[in-house]
């Protein structure tokens, strides 16, 4: 005889359904501010005065700040619990949106991209820890769709920047008008995530942990993925201004294009990877984010240029969280492999932003979107190595980070927590 559920039961099951939706709203306001800066990086560029060169150096202090902010995410939601961490955390990386734009030169643009990119590590562990938690309690795959939904904001972000700058916006008014609403809307989401506590006599999480050797290959598929997105993120729009002539307003919709197809095919990851299974989906990725690289450079036409970087975020956009499911997979520790590809990721994420332009400085970008073509075929050469995120019936599992933040470390802090209510 089937036994009916309680009460409570059920109730905790629609509290895990309505954190599942508040997460999610959360991602899509965490990846709304990426979008919305990614667009208007010609326009901070102008205002700093700074050389393509210089920009690439401003451009990693993000990954540096996030580097050394994102230990203490762990911490702070151990004093504080995850609820209030991530409300404190997420309000402080919209409103870091406002900086960048503010900067008159090349010194104050470096501390201010430290500034958004600690806040922006900081934030994204906590989201990954509760979202990991909330997959553990549904038991099914929902890492891809998470992340799907923070491209959705990022969509949404670089959509509005795009008529922002074909308009011809201040970039300060836009950012401190869009931090503002997306303060907002984060704070409003916050209320409905889980709140989890950890236990009195539990030990905060460790600082660093570095990387297994078990997680150095897997974490080099990851890097080659992490280093193709930075790179589109951050200078797609650069690119199509520069080195094919186009507009500002242009330039910027090229953005908008790479969030779209990271968003399309990070929503429909899991239904993906269920059927065609890890290796399979990633090297299919690979060869499409390959043909996108090779139509970037070859491309005579901001149109044409704008596809190759569609392909490009349509064929990296779930291999990282495939790489981390693989790391969980692959050894006696599954905690310290997941902490060692995010730490790998978030190396690659570090280093992009700066090689592209210093390789743009010494030769083109054209040759640096050359190497980020190299770097997509490796995702079809190395695919194999994800083999050990290969299971029937998912492709991520509770382990899958997303953007190489290394939420996944948290997680294992959050899944030993309580509801605190």
Request: with cysteine.
């Amino acid at each position: 005889m089937t036994k009916e559920p309680t009460a409570a039961a059920v109730h905790s099951r629609e509290q895990v359904r309505r954190a599942r939706v508040a997460v999610a709203a959360v991602f899509a306001v965490h990846g709304a501010v990426t979008g919305s800066f990614a667009t208007r990086v010609p326009w901070i560029q102008d205002h700093a005065g700074v050389s393509a060169g210089q920009l690439g150096l401003a451009l990693a202090f993000p990954a540096i700040g996030a580097s050394i902010a994102m230990p203490l995410a762990g911490r702070i939601s151990h004093r504080f619990g995850a609820r209030t961490a991530l409300r404190g955390l997420l309000a402080l990386w919209t409103l870091a949106l406002i900086l960048p734009a503010l900067a008159p030169n090349l010194l104050t643009l470096c501390a201010a991209l430290f500034v958004y990119g600690a806040t922006a590590g900081m934030s994204d562990v906590a989201m990954n820890a509760l979202g990991v938690e909330v997959e553990n309690r549904l038991d099914k795959s929902i890492m891809s769709g998470l992340h799907g939904m923070w491209s959705v904001g990022a969509l949404i972000g670089s959509a509005a920047g795009t008529v922002a700058a074909h308009t011809g916006a201040d970039a300060r008014l836009h950012h401190t008008l869009a931090a503002l609403v997306l303060t907002a809307l984060g704070l409003a989401a916050c209320r409905g995530v889980l709140d989890l506590r950890s236990e009195p006599d539990e030990e905060p999480p460790p600082r660093f942990t570095l990387p297994p050797k078990s997680a150095l290959i897997i974490g080099a598929v990851g890097f080659c993925a992490v280093f193709a997105e930075g790179a589109s993120l951050d200078w797609s729009a650069v690119y199509l201004r520069d080195v094919l002539g186009s507009s500002d307003g242009v330039a910027a919709a090229s953005t908008t294009a790479f969030a779209l197809t990271m968003a399309v095919a990070r929503l429909a990851g899991d239904r993906i990877v269920d059927r065609f299974g890890a290796v399979r989906t990633v090297r299919v990725g690979g060869a499409l984010a390959t043909a996108g690289g090779l139509l970037v450079v070859l491309s005579p036409s901001p149109a044409a240029a704008m596809g190759g970087f569609g392909l490009l975020g349509l064929g990296v956009a779930v291999v990282v969280p495939l790489a981390f499911a693989a790391a969980g997979r692959s050894g006696p520790n599954p905690s310290q492999a997941i902490a060692g590809v995010a730490t790998i990721t978030y190396t690659s994420s570090l280093i992009a932003p700066s090689a592209i332009g210093a390789l743009a400085e010494t030769t083109s970008l054209v040759v640096s979107f050359g190497v980020v073509t190299a770097l997509a075929f490796g995702l079809v050469a190395g695919a194999g190595v994800l083999r050990a995120g290969d299971r029937k019936g998912t492709g991520s599992g509770p382990a899958a980070g997303g953007t190489g933040t290394g939420g996944t470390a948290a997680g294992g802090a959050a899944a030993k927590s309580q509801v605190g209510g």
